[in-house]
Each structure stands twice: as C-alpha cells, then as structure tokens.
C-alpha cells in the first residue's frame, strides 16, 4: 500500500509541476549548487532506488 501512495504523490507532481505536500515549498523547486543551469529531464531506474538529472549546462547528476 506504501507504494501505491508514493505512485500517487508522483502523478500528483507531473500533473502539479512541482513537489506536493505541506512540508515542501517553492524553494525546492529551484536548482540548487552545483546546478548552474535549469535541469531538463529527470529519469527514475524502475528497480533500484536510483534517479539521474541532466541540465542545459550539459552536466549528468
């Protein structure tokens, strides 16, 4: 069941544009150091617990 209320919360945040919950602000959203540039995609592994960004600046995180 814990799963599928974090499948939940993460539709929630595509189709808000952001992070959902009272805890989270927009400052969240915002990249912080040592992201120079807006990040472009976000990809998930769909096994392990792993996720990586890319951003304008060319950079792999």
């Not at 990586?52 to 060319?58: C, G, H």
């Amino acid at each position: 069941m814990e799963l599928e209320s974090k499948l939940n919360e993460a539709k929630e945040e595509i189709t808000l544009g952001g992070p959902v919950g009272q805890k989270r602000d927009p400052k969240e959203w915002i990249p912080r150091p040592p992201e120079k540039s807006p990040v472009t995609r976000v990809i998930f592994h769909p096994v392990f617990s792993l996720m990586v960004s890319a951003s304008e600046d060319a950079t792999i995180k």
